[in-house]
DNA sequence: GAAACTGTACTAAGACACATAGTACAGTTA
DNA sequence: TAACTGTACTATGTGTCTTAGTACAGTTTC
């Protein structure tokens, strides 16, 4: 379900963040939905209950989960408007970007034309087998 | 001529390096040109020459610049052309925030929008969120 | 030649984030 | 009661980044 790059410079806690956001964005794990418990996670993807935990408190500060003790931790109703709201926030960080190949000489078409090709290929909507 | 945020997460030496590409490729530090020196710049940034050096370390070995002991650092001629090769390959990396953002339901054009906004009115300066 | 610059190469130390390990406690469920 | 759940805490190890200090060799200028 997960999948952990322990040679990568970002976190193991983000990539477990990210990941998640993916999944409840494209409606694999839907609002309500439980999420495996803290415990089973961390033997799933091999690291520490606590980087498991670090990555829950995160979503929850967020909104995007909820954590009941006792119980476990749900996908908040409401979550994938939350992810929406934060992606747009996103955008000054693409622009960053996309500014600093076009200072490069990268031209504004190659730019498009790279999005284009990742984003036609996505199956995050017909999704019927 | 360079600012530094030390509160950022992106390293010291990395915003150096940043910033030294963006200006040799807008032109402001020509090829052929001499760079501050190493104890100047760290006089000048308020950070240690060794920071220092580790930046201009890597921009040498990219080729991007040419350190001649006793004499000081050059700007390589050809250092554009290596930038934007070095540029089209962080092509992947805009391509995965842009299927991230809209994963997460920001459209094509919304995206678009935001690329054009930047870099239609922003000369070469870099705006920091 | 001397002085003042240049880049370069070390070691040592501190700060900080990340991750692991272990323990403990309270709430929920079967 | 037993087995799960989230949560909180301390301690420890590790790696990167940064600073600090020293030293050496080459170049330039006077």
Same mark, same amino acid.
């Given at each position: 379900?997960?999948?952990?790059?322990?040679?990568?410079?970002? /976190?193991?806690? =983000?990539?477990?963040? =990210?990941?998640?956001?993916? #999944?409840?964005?494209?409606?694999?794990?839907?609002?309500? !939905?439980? +999420?495996?418990?803290?415990?089973? +996670?961390?033997? =799933?993807?091999?690291? %520490? /209950? %606590?980087?498991?935990?670090?990555?829950?408190?995160? #979503?929850?500060?967020?909104?995007?989960?909820?954590?009941? @003790?006792?119980?476990?931790?749900?996908?908040?109703?409401?979550?994938?408007?939350?992810?929406?709201?934060?992606?747009?926030?996103? #955008?000054? !960080?693409?622009? *960053?970007? *996309?500014?600093?190949?076009?200072?490069?000489?990268?031209?504004?078409? =190659?730019?498009?034309?790279?999005?284009? !090709?990742?984003?036609?290929?996505? @199956?995050?909507?017909?999704?019927?087998?």
């Amino acid at each position: 379900m997960l999948y952990i790059d322990v040679m990568s410079r970002t /976190p193991v806690y =983000e990539q477990i963040i =990210e990941q998640m956001e993916k #999944l409840i964005s494209a409606g694999i794990l839907k609002e309500g !939905e439980q +999420l495996p418990s803290v415990r089973a +996670l961390s033997l =799933e993807l091999s690291v %520490n /209950p %606590n980087t498991i935990q670090k990555a829950y408190g995160e #979503l929850d500060s967020k909104g995007i989960i909820g954590s009941v @003790p006792g119980r476990g931790c749900y996908v908040m109703p409401g979550a994938c408007d939350i992810l929406k709201s934060i992606a747009k926030g996103k #955008l000054p !960080e693409l622009q *960053a970007l *996309a500014q600093t190949l076009m200072a490069a000489g990268v031209t504004r078409e =190659e730019i498009i034309r790279a999005i284009d !090709e990742c984003t036609h290929t996505v @199956p995050v909507k017909e999704e019927t087998k």
